[in-house]
Nanobody
């Protein structure tokens, strides 16, 4: 199995910035894609951003131009730089990984989540 450990959440004022990190560890053959999702109270979990091993990225319209996803393949770590934060960005942020246990087995895992609160 793989463990995904998120960090970097917290309380920030509107207009502020945070950087989330998610490190994957375990018996990993390869990580094909990683992503960030978020879930606000009373709402469904939604896509924030994804990034493939080839560094192709995808963003939700609500965060384009404000958030940047990146990854360090050598460290099996994905980052989410969040700028110009708004109260509506408040949510628990989850990372995920599509990874290979070997060349024939592909698995998918979620992290435990990290709280981001944007409030004055």
């Amino acid at each position: 199995q793989v463990q995904l450990v998120e960090s970097g959440g917290g309380l920030v004022q509107p207009g502020g910035s945070l950087r989330l990190s998610c490190a994957a560890s375990g018996n990993i053959f390869s990580i094909y894609a990683m992503g960030w999702y978020r879930q606000a109270p009373g709402k469904q979990r939604e896509l924030v951003a994804t990034i493939t091993s080839g560094i192709s990225t995808n963003y939700a319209d609500s965060v384009k131009g404000r958030f940047t996803i990146s990854r360090d393949n050598a460290k099996n770590t994905v980052y989410l730089q969040m700028n110009s934060l708004k109260p509506e960005d408040t949510a628990v942020y989850y990372c995920n990984a599509l990874w290979g246990k070997n060349s024939m087995t592909t698995l998918f895992n979620w992290g435990q989540g990290t709280q981001v609160t944007v409030s004055s």
